[in-house]
């Protein structure tokens, strides 16, 4: 009987001494151990005309929801207790590293846009002289450090660091078979002079045809966006329908 019993006892002993050599539990609450920090930036935009670039280990292509995306990932590691001012800085720090684009475009009804993110969505069928309204939202644009000379909204608090924010558009309208129509250029999408270098930023892109309203048809826009802070530009292609309203 007692050689039974440390039978069992031996083949436990033998049990635990083999799941401790082989396993590693993990450490709960420890502190101070480094993150790698990785932000989602940009979107690839739609029929752009752009060379993409490289694919890098600071540059990979992901696809989620069936949406192409580019991840930029930051160098800088940043520790488990960070604060919500910390996060901004890491934040900003992907951001001007972003090449200047948009992670989203629609069409949406005039006067319809009351904010970043909220507006009233519509399709891209549009009656003969209507205006016809893009909303987007652009990343990676830049920020220009000005002085108020002339104080902070009349305060006596002069020489005031703000932040301004610029961006300018073109547009060209072309029919379906590739005629070019009209050429509306240098139109102001964007400027803000803030104190805070700002990152939602929508774009509001309004076209209402000036000579003559668009005959029925099918029509490309090109809209040409562009930075007047960084100097860089991107093209965003949409296809749009010109139809008589059915009574």
């Known amino acids: 009987m007692y050689y039974k019993i440390f039978t069992i006892v031996m083949a436990l002993i033998a049990f635990v001494a083999t799941i401790a050599g082989t396993t590693t539990m993990p450490v709960i609450g420890q502190q101070n151990q480094p993150i790698n920090i990785t932000t989602l930036l940009t979107s690839t935009p739609e029929k ?6 490289p694919e890098t280990s600071a540059n990979k292509t992901i696809t989620s929801n069936n949406v192409d995306a580019t991840v930029v990932a930051s160098n800088v590691t940043a520790p488990a207790n960070m604060t919500i001012e910390d996060a901004k800085e890491l934040y900003l720090s992907a951001w001007n590293q972003t090449k200047f684009n948009a992670t989203f475009s629609t069409f949406v009804e005039p006067f319809s846009v009351a904010g970043y993110g909220v507006y009233e969505e519509r399709s891209n069928v549009f009656s003969p002289g209507e205006a016809i309204v893009l909303y987007m939202e652009p990343v990676g644009f830049g920020h220009k450090q000005i002085i108020d000379k002339e104080g902070d909204g009349g305060s006596n608090n002069n020489n005031t ?11 060209e309208i072309d029919a379906a078979n590739g005629t070019k129509l009209q050429l509306i250029e240098d139109v102001q999408a964007g400027s803000i002079t803030s104190h805070r270098p700002n990152t939602e930023m929508p774009l509001t892109l309004t076209i209402t045809p000036e000579v003559q309203p668009l005959p029925v048809g099918s029509y490309v826009i090109t809209y040409s966006v562009t930075d007047e802070i960084s100097g860089e530009s991107f093209q965003l292609k949409k ?5 008589d309203r059915k009574a």
Request: proline residues 0%.
């Open 239 to 243: 296809d749009i329908i010109v139809a």
């Open 48 to 53: 752009n005309n752009t060379t993409t670039a």
């Open 161 to 171: 660091m703000l932040y301004l924010m610029n961006i300018t558009a073109d547009y």
